[in-house]
């Protein structure tokens, strides 16, 4: 990591130690909580999910964000293409799901350097359940209580329903659908985008639980 660290006396003889400050080894898997983008938007990656009837392996996002389909590794330079497999816009949310070159790991990025193990999905929330949401644009994490568990979204795609709705306003931004909804190890759900109630503007997000439903995958788990 840094000048001064020695190597194993084994390993001494004939050996010369380059250091560098460019990433030499770069990771080569596919997260929740990364940038994808098209020619014309930007998103973020949600969990890692498999097919029930195939076994493919890829990552959800958002349905809007409309073959938003390369993939940026973060802490890493490496970028690649994603292969649209479904997509959803109705009574289970706003999702689709891309396959990858790589490998897919239930893992997701929960901050900007936390990446944390899946370890269960959420089955069910509850008004003043708290769940937090990555904002890849903010480059923070923030936690906020639900206000709603049934909001029907309605924007220029069309109309989908059976989201979350939370008190707060724009804890996450443009450039933030499709990511992570969590609590813990735990995935909640894919972010949708915000929507207008009286007073307040509140965060809304499509349900993991449901990704089943809605396309016949799963989120991975560890």
Same mark, same amino acid.
């Given at each position: 990591?840094?000048?001064g660290?020695?190597?194993?006396?084994?390993l001494r003889?004939?050996t010369q *130690?380059?250091?560098t400050?460019r990433?030499v080894s770069? #990771?080569?898997h596919?997260?929740?909580g990364?940038?994808?983008?098209?020619?014309?938007s +930007?998103c973020?990656? $949600?969990?890692s999910?498999?097919?029930e009837v195939t076994?493919?392996? %890829?990552?959800?996002?958002?349905e809007h964000?409309?073959s938003? @389909?390369h993939y940026? +590794?973060p802490?890493?330079p &490496?970028?690649y293409d #994603? =292969?649209?497999e =479904?997509?959803?816009? $109705?009574?289970?949310g706003d999702v689709?799901?891309?396959s990858?070159?790589?490998?897919e790991?239930a893992e997701y990025y929960?901050? *900007?350097t936390d990446l944390r193990?899946?370890?269960s &999905?959420?089955?069910?929330?509850a008004?003043?359940?708290?769940?937090?949401?990555?904002?890849r !644009?903010?480059?923070?994490?923030?936690? /906020? =209580?639900?206000?709603?568990t049934?909001?029907?979204?309605? /924007?220029t795609n069309g109309?989908s329903? /059976?989201?979350? %709705? !939370? /008190?707060?306003? @724009?804890?996450?931004?443009? %450039?933030d659908s499709? $990511?992570p909804?969590? #609590?813990?190890n735990e995935?909640?759900?894919v972010?949708t985008?915000?929507m207008?109630?009286p007073?307040?503007t509140?965060d809304c997000w499509?349900?993991?639980w449901?990704?089943?439903n809605? !396309? =016949?995958?799963?989120?991975?788990?560890?």
């Amino acid at each position: 990591e840094k000048p001064g660290v020695a190597l194993p006396t084994t390993l001494r003889s004939g050996t010369q *130690v380059t250091y560098t400050t460019r990433t030499v080894s770069p #990771l080569e898997h596919t997260y929740g909580g990364a940038y994808i983008h098209s020619a014309g938007s +930007q998103c973020t990656t $949600g969990f890692s999910v498999e097919h029930e009837v195939t076994g493919e392996t %890829g990552v959800a996002t958002a349905e809007h964000c409309e073959s938003t @389909d390369h993939y940026h +590794q973060p802490q890493s330079p &490496v970028t690649y293409d #994603l =292969d649209f497999e =479904d997509q959803h816009l $109705g009574i289970y949310g706003d999702v689709q799901w891309f396959s990858s070159p790589h490998i897919e790991l239930a893992e997701y990025y929960a901050n *900007v350097t936390d990446l944390r193990e899946v370890n269960s &999905v959420e089955t069910s929330a509850a008004v003043n359940n708290t769940y937090c949401v990555y904002s890849r !644009m903010r480059g923070q994490r923030n936690c /906020d =209580d639900v206000h709603s568990t049934y909001v029907v979204f309605i /924007d220029t795609n069309g109309v989908s329903s /059976d989201h979350v %709705g !939370m /008190d707060d306003k @724009d804890n996450a931004v443009g %450039g933030d659908s499709g $990511g992570p909804w969590s #609590l813990s190890n735990e995935a909640a759900g894919v972010h949708t985008g915000n929507m207008w109630i009286p007073f307040n503007t509140m965060d809304c997000w499509s349900k993991a639980w449901l990704l089943d439903n809605a !396309m =016949d995958v799963d989120v991975m788990t560890q």
